[in-house]
């Protein structure tokens, strides 16, 4: 997967030092120097990895207003706050809001590639499981990996479609019901 991470900054230096760590590890980077370029980069294509100053002097927003308006408009998209003037109530807020991760200024190179490995995986991860989740759509209340199981989820696959209606019997507590909201919902 190529990866697209974003580098938000007030501090040109640090833009282009995070920017060439990551890229020397193979990763696709953009950066943004204020709160206006960072929404405008992430509305015009959603990275896989957002790195966020907390500060970001002389900008409209700071990065914990930032963060919650990607949080509400970009759920579930990774966000590690930077900060060289950070401490613990600040890093407890910026998790409570959603951030992946807080890191203080100055940083080492292998704790930053480490970060935004772990994040990128999560989000894969993520990303996979909202799949996995669709595609098993209303099977994944049935529960069981038997043959009957496997039977029974074909036969509502086969049935569900059809606009007719369906007779289903079966002793009391054998998940007729179950069976009959998985063919309505399928």
Request: proline share 3%; glycine share 8%; net charge negative.
């Amino acid at each position: 997967m190529a990866t697209d991470i974003l580098i938000v900054d007030d501090e040109a230096d640090i833009r282009e030092l995070v920017a060439g760590i990551l890229s020397d590890e193979g990763h696709g980077v953009r950066t943004a120097k204020d709160s206006d370029e960072a929404l405008a980069a992430i509305a015009s294509r959603r990275p896989h990895l957002v790195f966020l100053d907390i500060w970001l002097q002389g900008s409209r927003l700071d990065g914990l207003q930032v963060l919650e308006l990607v949080q509400k408009q970009h759920k579930g998209l990774p966000v590690v706050m930077i900060s060289g003037h950070g401490n613990i109530e600040t890093a407890v807020s910026a998790i409570k809001i959603g951030a992946y991760d807080f890191i203080e200024k100055p940083f080492k190179a292998d704790r930053l590639v480490l970060v935004a490995e772990r994040a990128l995986e999560a989000y894969q991860l993520r990303r996979e499981l909202s799949a996995l989740r669709q595609r098993a759509g209303a099977f994944d209340r049935i529960v069981g990996d038997s043959p009957a199981a496997h039977q029974l989820q074909q036969l509502i696959a086969r049935v569900a479609p059809v606009n007719s209606r369906v007779l289903i019997t079966g002793a009391p507590g054998s998940g007729k019901e179950l069976a009959a909201r998985c063919i309505h919902e399928a």
